[in-house]
């Protein structure tokens, strides 16, 4: 007679073998045709992340359980860090690592609304939003060509007396100068969140050792989007190499409580009724003490599935991410007479998230009018996120008033990358066809590479 636990295994695996079977029918990648759609980013993904989706589902457990202690323990493996909190999203990840910081726990060192915060206007609004929203200012710089990163000749100029942090994000997977910015905030005793979101699996050479972004810091955050390095749908995390900061981190990440037990468990401190809490009875069941005003970012446990099968993968979609985006650079290095071309920082090894272009002033074309015409060749383009973040119409207010904000500098290059820079795709689903065909079509556009005559829409 089968038992009730062999017959539950049975099951399970008979479903998981139809999802596989309807998944090489229906999910069977197709070769590409010359003039295909060729997108910016997009999943990659094989029988194992379908296996542990259905396998994940089957549990109906839903919220954080097995699989989302497993990816939390994978990731902080992969990157050498102690502690790990999946998320929802990288918006998430950014808010709860920035709030963590405003935590009374931290005591003089814990942002206050005025106190400020150095970051950059020109990347995705996320990094900036949280900075916003709970009321600190945010100081802008503005970025160097042709990385793409901070301006890190502007730190001491933009510091005050209420500057408490920096936050920032590697852009497009190109890291930022770890090495300058975090002497300066050693010295100035600030925080460091680093916005790992676009490039996961970056490294720097720190101190004369490489480490991965993300790590360097106070605190990092990565995103899980579909576009990303990896994925599991939608998704974040934030990480950390201190304990009192995790622990931080997951009581925003959990509604802002206290208590640290995961979904499904009780009293793991022993001490669940034996707490003295703010002018709460002795006693108070510790799972309904908040410490915090926080949040529910918490992912589910079928992203979290997903995630551990993605980041095995993970090595190999940073090589292939690295590999096109060098047979780009390669192929298009002789337009430097058209575009500022893309370098990666002194003393990194990128992720690269995409292959940015900059059409230099003064030429005979406009990032729009190249834009149009790769899009109709069905070849998908970017901004470079927001442009400059102060235009954008969320600043309307805040611009009118010349409030709320500082800017340190000029925002020349930003300006610049707002009204000349796109971008397009290096993700691991390209292969050489695809990338031919991109060159093919940005070669041809220019009037020099095309006989004189430059095609139009």
């Not at 980013?41 to 994940?56: A, H, K, P, T």
């Not at 529910?296 to 090589?319: D, H, R, W, Y």
């Not at 005979?364 to 973040?389: A, C, P, W």
Request: aromatic fraction near 12%; hydrophobic fraction near 35%.
């Amino acid at each position: 007679m089968v038992n009730e636990s062999t017959k539950e295994k049975e099951l399970r695996e008979k479903a998981i073998l139809a999802a596989l079977d309807h998944m090489r029918v229906y999910h069977a990648r197709k070769e590409y045709v010359y003039g295909d759609r060729i997108p910016y980013g997009g999943r990659m993904y094989d029988e194992q992340e379908m296996r542990n989706l259905i396998d994940s589902s089957l549990d109906f457990w839903l919220t954080s359980g097995r699989y989302t202690d497993k990816f939390e323990k994978l990731l902080g493996k992969y990157l050498g860090i102690k502690y790990v909190s999946l998320v929802n999203s990288g918006s998430s990840a950014n808010l709860a690592a920035f709030m963590a910081l405003t935590s009374p726990k931290l005591g003089d060192r814990c942002i206050m609304r005025g106190d400020e915060v150095i970051t950059v206007s020109t990347g995705f609004p996320t990094t900036v939003t949280p900075i916003i929203q709970y009321g600190a200012t945010p100081v802008f710089l503005d970025v160097t060509l042709p990385e793409y990163n901070i301006d890190v000749n502007y730190l001491e100029e933009a510091l005050s007396e209420r500057t408490k942090a920096v936050m920032l994000a590697h852009t497009m997977g190109n890291p930022f100068d770890v090495g300058r910015i975090k002497e300066f905030c050693d010295h100035h005793n600030l925080w460091l969140i680093e916005d790992n979101c676009d490039a996961l699996g970056a490294k720097y050479n720190f101190k004369g050792e490489w480490k991965y972004t993300g790590t360097m810091g106070d605190i990092g955050t990565s995103s899980f989007f579909p576009s990303h390095q990896m994925t599991t749908g939608e998704g974040g995390a934030v990480y950390t190499n201190s304990r009192e900061l995790s622990h931080i981190i997951r009581s925003f990440r959990d509604w802002g409580r206290d208590c640290q037990c995961p979904p499904g468990r009780d009293n793991l401190c022993g001490k669940r009724f034996k707490h003295h809490f703010g002018e709460l009875p002795y006693g108070y069941d510790h799972k309904y003490v908040y410490s915090h005003f926080g949040y529910n970012l918490k992912a589910t446990e079928m992203q979290a599935a997903i995630g551990c099968a993605q980041i095995e993968k993970l090595p190999s979609f940073v090589g292939l991410r690295k590999r096109n985006w060098q047979y780009l650079r390669t192929a298009l290095s002789d337009l430097d007479k058209y575009f500022i071309l893309p370098e990666p920082t002194k003393n990194s090894e990128p992720s690269w998230f995409g292959f940015m272009l900059t059409v230099k002033p003064r030429v005979d074309m406009s990032r729009d009018s190249i834009v149009d015409y790769l899009e109709s060749k069905h070849i998908q383009t970017r901004m470079l996120f927001t442009g400059n973040l102060i235009k954008q119409p969320c600043f309307d207010e805040m611009r009118k008033s010349k409030k709320g904000y500082r800017v340190v500098g000029e925002q020349k290059n930003a300006n610049l990358i707002m009204t000349n820079t796109f971008w397009v795709g290096v993700c691991p689903g390209l292969d050489v066809n695809h990338l031919d065909y991109i060159i093919e079509n940005i070669r041809g556009y220019i009037p020099d590479m095309n006989n004189g005559v430059k095609n139009e829409v």
